[in-house]
């Protein structure tokens, strides 16, 4: 199958095209820069920004599938609108596109922060309604529950068969560009003054994209499906990478409320002082909050199967020793890692 993969330089698409390449598929990429473990797998690279109607017009022809991973993560409120454009824009522009060329199959890569978001600890599935209310003063989130709805709209209007696969928070190796594990990397590097008091999940990237590559046949259009590998409160997942590097957890424990206003607190003396603090505010006021979400659907329906997520940590905080902090390799934790 001809398949296009947007976003297939970064963390998931660097999983996943691989994958699809074993699967004999054949593939193009559509990409800001240069791809070359892609073009070392055959793989077609079209040189265009998103945005760019006639590029991907371009890359488009012959296409049967699409792969929609392209995004930015960010928490950042100060400019929602280059999120809204890239998440939102960027993705009906595609949609439009991949309905004019006859696309058989468009597979979006959303997040779990559209569905499993709340103030207090629960575990959410896919029959949750969107958590608008929740995640108004954080850009990112809101950003992808429109580009969602868009997406899923172009399925109920138009017929384009749309599978939408959230993923909680993405760790393992090949994150080069701290896109999705920096909340290990600042645990790493000691800028995590307080532990937070909510909870995440995360999913090894391996896992994620094999569900993906399950996606393209046995995914339901119009359906959304969640893929997270673990939940764990803040304290057992940082007890976790702290026992695994020998960094010390934050000791200090603080009602929610301090520690969000401490965050503001400690912003506005960066900005008094002109420099950067250690942890953005919004990412404090998240910690506060419970991510926890339920993967049985992708279970029965994908084939999804985490690996132990002890593995995942493990290689998570191994990658960054090697090629963050300039710390040699760690002992393999695992006799037999499961293969990507």
Known sequence: MRIL???GTGFLGGALVPLLARGGHRLRLLARSAAPEAEALGAEVVRAPLQDREAL????????AVYHLAGQVSFDPKDPAALYDLHVQGTRLLLEECREAGVRRFILASSSGTIGISEEERVHTEEDEYPIRLVARWPYYLSK??????????????????????PSLLLGPGDHRLSSTDVVFKLLERRIPAMPSGGLSFVDVRDAAEAFAAALERGRPGERYLLGGANMTFAEFFGRISRLSGVSAPAVRLPSQVNVAGAWLLERYHAWRGSEPPLAREEVEMGEHWFFIDSGKAARELGFAPRDPQETLHATVAFLDRHFRGKA????????PRSA
């Open 5 to 7: 993969v947007t976003g």
């Open 57 to 64: 017009r371009r890359a488009l022809e012959g296409v049967e």
């Open 145 to 166: 529950i429109y580009q969602e709805k868009t997406a899923l709209r172009f399925h109920r209007d138009g017929g384009l068969p749309v599978v939408v696969l959230n």
């Open 329 to 336: 390799d760690r002992p393999a934790a695992f006799a037999e």
